[in-house]
C-alpha cells in the first residue's frame, strides 16, 4: 500500500469513528440534537485530520527541501576531493555533505600534522583525503565498535589511505570528571600521541546512551596543540546542552555554531598561548 493512501484510509477511519461515537452519545443525551451534533462533530474531525495532514506534508516537503539542499556541497566535494571510489553515502549516522566540505576546508586552511576523531566511517575517509591532498598529517579515528572499526580500515585500504588514517578499537570506559562519573572512550587509546591539531567529535553514538559526548572536550582539550581547534558534529539537545556547559568550563574557548544540515560548532581558543 501507498503511504499516502495508507494515510488517508487511516484518516477516514478515524474520522468514521469519532463521528460514530459522538452521534452515538448525543443520541443518549439529547435525541433532538443528535443531527446537529453529529455533523459539528463530523466538520471538527475533518479540520483537524486536514491540519494534520497538512503539517506532516510540511515536514515532509521541509526534509525534502533539506537533502536536495545537500547535492549542491556533494558536487563541490567532488570537485575539491577527487577520490579513487565512490565515497560510501552520507545517509543516517554518516557525516551530511555540507559537513564533508567543511572538513576539507578546514584541513586545507590549517594543514593539521594530527586530526583525532571521535567514531569512524566515511569522515574518516574525508579527512584522510584531505590530509592526503596536503601531502601531511594522519587522522586517528576512535572506535567503540570492534567489527565497526574494523570495516573503516578495509575502506580505508580499498582508498589507498591506510598512510594517512589509523583507526583504533577504543572500548567505552567509565571515567571520572569532577566528581561525576561518564563513559568514554578509553584513555590509553590517546596514549603517546603528539599535541593535536584538529579534533573532530561525531561520537559515541546517541543510542548508547545519555550524556556520553559531554566527555570530549574535557579529554580532549588538556591535549590540543595551543592553535588547534575542535569541530563537533551534530547539535541537538544534548549537545547544546553540553555547549552550555563547556561554555563555563572552557571559557577559553570562542563557540562558533554553523546553519547546517545536522548542525556543527567549532571552538577556538579566544587567546592562543
Do not use: C
Not at 60 to 88: V, Y
Not at 140 to 147: P, S
Amino acid at each position: 500500500m501507498r503511504p499516502d493512501l495508507g494515510h488517508g484510509r487511516k484518516a477516514t477511519a478515524r474520522a468514521a469513528a469519532a463521528t460514530a461515537s459522538v452521534a452515538a452519545v448525543s443520541y443518549l443525551i439529547a435525541p433532538g440534537l443528535a443531527v446537529l451534533a453529529t455533523i459539528v462533530a463530523a466538520v471538527a474531525v475533518i479540520v483537524f485530520e486536514l491540519t494534520r495532514s497538512r503539517a506532516a506534508a510540511n515536514r515532509r516537503f521541509d526534509e525534502l527541501d533539506a537533502e536536495l539542499a545537500q547535492i549542491q556541497p556533494l558536487l563541490e566535494l567532488q570537485t575539491r576531493l577527487p577520490t579513487r571510489h565512490p565515497l560510501p553515502a552520507m545517509r543516517g549516522y554518516a557525516i551530511a555533505p555540507d559537513f564533508a566540505l567543511l572538513l576539507t576546508e578546514l584541513i586545507a586552511e590549517h594543514r593539521p600534522e594530527l586530526v583525532v576523531e571521535t567514531g569512524s566511517g566515511v569522515s574518516t575517509l574525508v579527512i584522510a583525503y584531505g590530509l592526503e591532498k596536503l601531502g601531511r598529517g594522519r587522522v586517528v579515528a576512535l572506535d567503540h565498535d570492534a567489527a565497526y572499526a574494523a570495516r573503516t580500515r578495509a575502506e580505508l585500504a580499498r582508498h589507498g589511505l591506510t598512510a594517512y588514517a589509523t583507526v583504533v578499537h577504543a572500548p567505552l570506559e567509565s571515567i571520572d570528571l569532577d566528581g561525576e562519573r561518564y563513559r568514554w572512550y578509553a584513555p590509553s587509546a590517546l596514549a603517546g600521541l603528539p599535541p593535536i591539531d584538529l579534533v573532530v567529535d561525531d561520537g559515541p553514538p546517541r543510542y548508547l546512551g545519555d550524556r556520553l559526548r559531554y566527555a570530549s572536550l574535557p579529554q580532549l582539550a588538556p591535549r590540543l596543540a595551543p592553535r588547534g581547534i575542535f569541530v563537533l558534529d551534530v547539535i541537538a539537545a544534548e549537545e547544546r546542552s553540553n555547549l552550555t556547559r563547556w561554555r563555563q568550563q572552557f571559557p577559553e574557548f570562542h563557540q562558533q555554531l554553523l546553519d547546517t544540515r545536522k548542525g556543527n560548532a567549532i571552538l577556538r581558543r579566544l587567546q592562543p598561548p
